[in-house]
């Protein structure tokens, strides 16, 4: 029996025996391991008609299975954004450069109204809470809460709740090292430009460890793991160690191969604020980035 709704049509199962959700999926419905995942995250699977994304979600004999033919929502549509999981907490996105984070003036394209949309769209009756920012020419993943209680969560224990966030870059010039640490401190001049000093400034103490992947006579392919979150951190330490981010037009030298703000957050990990469990997220590093290399 299949039925039809604005998600695409559902395939129909009955659970025989107990198992946890993702290994009865796995051992009954075609397709492969990538694809049943993607289902279960994209919020593509029933249990007794409530939508379930909790992997280890336990069955018992009876229980009635839907699982979508597509495994995205449709509801969805963006050049900007794409969802990449989604539960009653929380909702985390992949963001193209050219969209701001938030709403900054009139009507400037922001990632919370489209998220707003979408919730009033799909009848959710939550609006989208900023959680961190990511900067308008910066791409990559970015998580958003879907209550105040979970954003407050998430902002007063963001460094105990994030254990892994990587960015890549690519820099100008070859880089001279494999791998380091940058810390120094940040200051906002009266222009909001962000610069740095060996010493106490009155601003935000700062650390960057740096890991170069690739690099060629012009350009370098880096990767950079965040120990603090500071405005601009990575592009000011980028400036810093004379290899700035391609692309930058504050802080950069005017190298430009991409056309683009060369900085794409690529893996963020944290505990759930809610249910504590470990979420991973990991993005493709752009090709355009890779094709220099």
């Known amino acids: 029996m299949k039925y039809v709704n604005h998600k695409g049509e559902y395939d129909h199962y009955v659970v025989e025996q107990e198992a946890p959700l993702l290994e009865w999926l796995l051992a009954h419905v075609k397709g492969s391991k990538t694809k049943i995942k993607a289902t279960l995250q994209g ?130 010039g070859e880089m001279e090292d494999d791998g380091g640490t940058i810390a120094n401190w940040l200051k906002d001049n009266a222009a909001y430009v962000t610069y740095s000093s060996p010493v106490d400034n009155g601003g935000k103490y700062a650390v960057t460890h740096f890991h170069t992947l690739n690099r060629t006579t012009e350009h370098s392919l880096v990767e950079f793991s965040l120990e603090t979150g500071r405005k601009n951190q990575i592009r000011v330490h980028c400036a810093d160690m004379g290899h700035p981010v391609c692309g930058d037009v504050k802080y950069g030298n005017g190298d430009d191969p991409l056309h683009r703000l060369c900085l794409h957050a690529y893996m963020l990990c944290f505990y759930h604020p809610v249910t504590h469990e470990r979420m991973e997220f990991q993005t493709m590093i752009p090709s355009a980035f890779k094709s220099l290399f």
């Open 43 to 172: 919020r593509g699977i029933r249990v007794n008609g409530k939508t379930v994304t909790q992997f280890d979600y336990p069955l018992t004999p009876g229980m009635k299975i839907g699982v979508s033919k597509t495994k995205r929502n449709d509801l969805f549509k963006s050049r900007y954004v794409k969802i990449v999981f989604e539960d009653q907490y929380l909702i985390v996105v992949e963001k193209n450069i050219g969209i701001l984070s938030m709403a900054a003036g009139h009507k400037s394209l922001n990632v919370k109204s489209v998220l707003d949309d979408y919730f009033r769209k799909s009848k959710q009756g939550c609006t989208a809470h900023v959680v961190h920012r990511l900067d308008r020419d910066t791409s990559g993943l970015m998580v958003y809460a879907k209550d105040m209680e979970t954003e407050q969560i998430l902002e007063h224990n963001w460094h105990d709740i994030v254990y892994d966030r990587r960015y890549v870059a690519v820099v100008s």
